[in-house]
């Protein structure tokens, strides 16, 4: 069991580390941040492969990482919201483990991808939740006289949707090309 923990532990920091470098290499093209990005899909073959207590936890290390590596900070709340909480709700991809597993098993190819998709879709909607309540608290400012919560919205869906649309074409392609990486051993299974 220890065995199958420190090997769950490592590949959490490693995919964190991947995620964090995805994330630097961020095509931005919003005037305050943002853009397209795969950073999700670490976080999200984590808490495919491990869980979803894995996956969150993966998702605030790839946040810390993020705030470490000197991101503009305007606020403390904002850490949270930006760069932690928008990062952790990938881990509830973990809520299709099984599913998931299943087609792959089965080798449902149309089921996984359609699965695959709906999860991804779903993750980063809430991601984009986040940001929305972010931005409406955090830059509000920026509006110019328009409701906060529409310039939110409208601000946070244009980098959302083509990474929506990136991430479930990759994520899928992922799994279909190298299955294994979100099925654990029969070893470590048997042990956890």
């Not at 199958?4 to 995805?22: G, H, R, V």
């Not at 991601?127 to 920026?142: E, L, Q």
Request: proline content about 3%; hydrophobic content about 55%.
């Amino acid at each position: 069991m220890r065995q199958t923990k420190l090997s769950m532990y490592i590949e959490m920091a490693l995919f964190a580390s991947m995620a964090s470098i995805l994330d630097k290499l961020t095509i931005d093209f919003m005037p305050q941040g943002g853009g397209v990005s795969l950073a999700i899909i670490p976080i999200a073959l984590i808490a495919v492969r491990w869980g979803f207590v894995a996956g969150c936890t993966t998702g605030l290390l790839v946040g810390l990482v993020d705030v470490a590596t000197g991101v503009t900070v305007y606020h403390w709340a904002q850490v949270f919201l930006d760069h932690c909480l928008a990062n952790i709700v990938i881990g509830l991809i973990a809520l299709c483990n099984k599913p998931i597993h299943e087609a792959l098993r089965t080798k449902k190819k149309r089921r996984m991808q359609l699965t695959v998709a709906t999860a991804m879709i779903f993750v980063c909607f809430c991601k984009f939740i986040v940001h929305v309540v972010s931005g409406v608290i955090f830059f509000g400012m920026y509006a110019n006289g328009q409701n906060v919560w529409i310039y939110s919205i409208v601000y946070n869906a244009t980098p959302i949707i083509p990474t929506t649309i990136v991430c479930v074409v990759c994520f899928n392609m992922l799994l279909l090309a190298a299955p294994k990486l979100v099925q654990r051993s029969k070893h470590a299974m048997a042990m956890s």
